[in-house]
């Protein structure tokens, strides 16, 4: 199963783009990349996810470099609501059960 | 449509009682999971359900941990007895089952059940 790292913490001042990095250099060539956050006390909500073109919804965007080893997760307008810790993960075997690290604390300040 | 639901959404035990967490997927979703965070630590994953047969149980602590899941729809998570490391929160989520050609791993969470084991 692919491996992830993220930065510990991050801040984005309100209203500005929120880019959340994640390396994932030994993802094979079918793994799906997922971004899931955790609101405090809340379960983990689904973000995005994609396999190597860039995705975007109406809660963010990612974008896959072209070896796939790393993408960025984009907030375009952040907002205090999106303070969260962000997670990155690649499932394992396809279907199975979902690796979380430590994730990104994000920190949205006014 | 509904979300996943979980019941109930705070208990307080005593070390060696024995509670009983519930969980209903999303109607439709074969795919059901449990995980926990316990204190300071990483969500971990316990077990997977596809319909009521358990594809993984590779995260399930020790024997004290019993799930079921009779039928393919809701599943419970039995906790016999409790010890004090138990206290933490648990989430189950679900997802649509997996067919040829595509891949259907989105999971969708519930808002978890808090643990406390005095």
């Known amino acids: 199963d692919a491996k992830t790292t993220q930065p510990p913490s991050m801040d984005c001042a309100e209203g500005r783009a929120a880019n959340l990095p994640c390396n994932h250099s030994t993802i094979s060539g079918n793994e799906y990349v997922y971004w899931y956050r955790q609101i405090h006390s809340q379960g983990p909500q689904y973000i995005i996810h994609?396999?190597?073109n860039n995705e975007t919804n109406e809660m963010a965007s990612l974008i896959i470099t072209e070896d796939r080893k790393s993408s960025t997760l984009i907030l375009p307008h952040a907002t205090l609501r999106d303070t969260a810790v962000y997670y990155c993960i690649v499932p394992y075997n396809q279907g199975g059960k979902l690796i979380f690290g430590q994730g990104t604390e994000l920190s949205v300040k006014p | 449509e509904a979300g996943v639901t979980q019941f109930p959404s705070h208990s307080v035990i005593e070390k060696g009682q024995t509670v009983t967490l519930r969980c209903d997927p999303i109607?439709?979703?074969?795919?059901l999971y449990w995980y926990r965070r316990v204190m300071g630590k990483e969500i971990k994953f316990l077990l997977h359900f596809v319909k009521e047969s358990k594809q993984d149980e590779s995260g399930m602590p020790n024997n004290r941990f019993l799930a079921e899941r009779t039928g393919g729809t809701y599943s419970t998570l039995k906790v016999q007895p409790a010890e004090l490391e138990d206290s933490g929160v648990y989430f189950c989520?679900?997802?649509?089952?997996?067919?040829?050609?595509?891949?259907?791993?989105?999971?969708?969470f519930g808002p978890g059940t808090r643990l406390l084991v005095l």
């Open positions: 109607s439709g979703h074969d795919n």
């Open positions: 989520a679900s997802s649509q089952q997996r067919y040829a050609g595509e891949l259907r791993e989105t999971q969708y």
């Open positions: 994609g396999l190597k």
